[in-house]
């Protein structure tokens, strides 16, 4: 017998492109054929790597982005790291997350797996990505060990917007004044400036 494995359903765009749609919005919820996640052993990783970014993406986009799957789902994150080109301020195709549980993170990643950026639409404006969506598990896992790493850690940049945040309490996407950033690391201003 073939096993079968859930992906998630692509929308079609109004322009004839079969990519994933609108970023801003979360995809269908999983068939009641996959099993649940609490059925399955959760794994002891909380932390994931999400690549393929599109590059213009700053962290606010992605903290409103993992809030709406986190409200839709029932998942909670703690912490969030974009790193960024700090010369050109676009990202590096990248990020971290830390969700509260091996479950939530495990879910996550069944999700958006393979997902299509497609039509992405920010403050500044939309534009189209061709990017698919990559998760893996990060080499640094759990929140106290992404402190540890991050927090006397100096970035050579003169925006705050650019540094790690935790967030204590985490977020769920449907609450969120609740949940204040809390920076990670330091601006190192004066390196900033010799290297532009």
Known sequence: MRRQEWRPKMKDTDN???GGGDASSPPSPLPSSMPRIEELSPPSKTTVM???IPNQLRRDFLLDFLD???DTYSLEYDFLYVPMDFRTKNNLGYAFVNFTTGGAALRFMQILQNYRWSTVKTDE???LSKKICN???ARIQGKEALVERFQNSRFACDDLDFLPVMLDP???GSDLTSAP????GRLNKRAFSKSC
Do not use: E, Q, V
């Open 135 to 137: 998760i893996t598990w």
């Open 170 to 172: 985490p977020r769920n």
């Open 16 to 18: 004839g492109d079969a």
């Open 68 to 70: 709406s799957y986190c």
């Open 50 to 52: 999400i690549k393929n």
């Open 125 to 127: 404006g939309s534009f």
């Open 181 to 184: 950033l809390h920076i990670l």
